[in-house]
């Protein structure tokens, strides 16, 4: 069982940047990915962000150059820093973790204005 927390959304401006965080708890020795899902309003959930146990980083391309993904093992955190955001970038932000399955944090609101 792993227990995942996000935090750190909000409203921001077009341009303006924002990191989320994601506490993670439990099996995390046994993790092998982590990632950042998004959902916005009427569309389908994707992946925006995967890091892997060894450090390997994906991005999708709308986000390529914007957005980073990291992990602090030592803070039992992940993170999500976002920069230039865009309205198109406003949905809710899910944290995942996979063992053997896969787990999910609650999600956390992001609202880019225009």
């Known amino acids: 069982q792993v227990q995942l927390v996000e935090s750190g959304g909000g409203l921001v401006q077009a341009g303006g940047s924002l990191r989320l965080s994601c506490a993670y708890s439990?099996?995390?020795?046994?993790?092998?990915?982590m990632g950042w899902y998004r959902q916005a309003p009427g569309k389908q959930r994707e992946l925006v962000a995967r890091?892997?146990?060894?450090?390997?980083?994906n991005y999708v391309d709308s986000v390529k150059g914007r957005f980073t993904i990291s992990r602090d093992n030592a803070k039992s955190t992940m993170y999500l820093e976002m920069s230039s955001l865009k309205p198109e970038d406003t949905g809710v932000y899910y944290c995942?973790?996979?063992?053997?399955?896969?787990?999910w944090g609650q999600g956390i609101q992001v609202t880019v204005s225009s």
């Open positions: 439990g099996a995390f020795f046994r993790i092998s990915s």
């Open positions: 890091i892997s146990y060894g450090d390997t980083t």
């Open positions: 995942t973790a996979t063992v053997i399955d896969t787990y």
